[in-house]
């Protein structure tokens, strides 16, 4: 592998990282807390300070160990999740479906900032690759933990979601899985089925709306 190359990619996508990751989680917090749970706060997570979300392991020693065991080909990784006591929520049922699409939510806006900056840049006519290239990666990394987290299984927030939408009996069946859900989405991600069924699938459809909705805005700059 190209160490230079290595290097390069790593900076362009940093600061997406660290933006997407540490919007989502204090996002989750936010939410919370806003529901009646400040759990977060107390414990100092509702920042927007990088250093308060970031997992050693997950974060940093993962993703590189897998980048560069697999060529980039392969990559996964984590923040520290936000603490949330649900029982603390004022309704918890439903409250806990909005704190657990906090998180996608601000992915989304993300994704959707990144592409507007890239295009401001585009009509300004900025041309230094490194930019553009990094709104690119904003808007990659942002899909990418869009759809990802909405996957419906616990602990991922869309099991949170699947869970609080669920009648009470389903909704109990289906919380049992989150002891042994990491596990189980790790063996699926590794399989293929997230990426091909779920992941690929819905970043594409995200994608395509985030274009259409932004239509407008191209056509006036470019």
Known sequence: MD???IIQTVAIYALPVLFAITLHEAAHGYAAKHFGDNTA???GRITLNPAKHIDPLGTIAMPLLLYFATAGSFLFGYAKP????FGRLRNPKRDMIWVALAGPGANLVQAIGWTVVFYVLLATGVQEPFF???CQAGLLVNLVMFAFNL???PPLDGGRILVGLLPWKQAELVSRIEPWGFFIVMALV????VGNLWLRPLMALTGSAIEALLTPLRMLLL
């Open 3 to 5: 160490f230079a190359q």
């Open 41 to 43: 706060e107390m414990l």
């Open 82 to 85: 936000v603490p949330v006591n």
């Open 132 to 134: 553009l290239k990094m």
């Open 151 to 153: 996957f419906p299984l």
């Open 190 to 193: 590794i399989t293929g089925v």
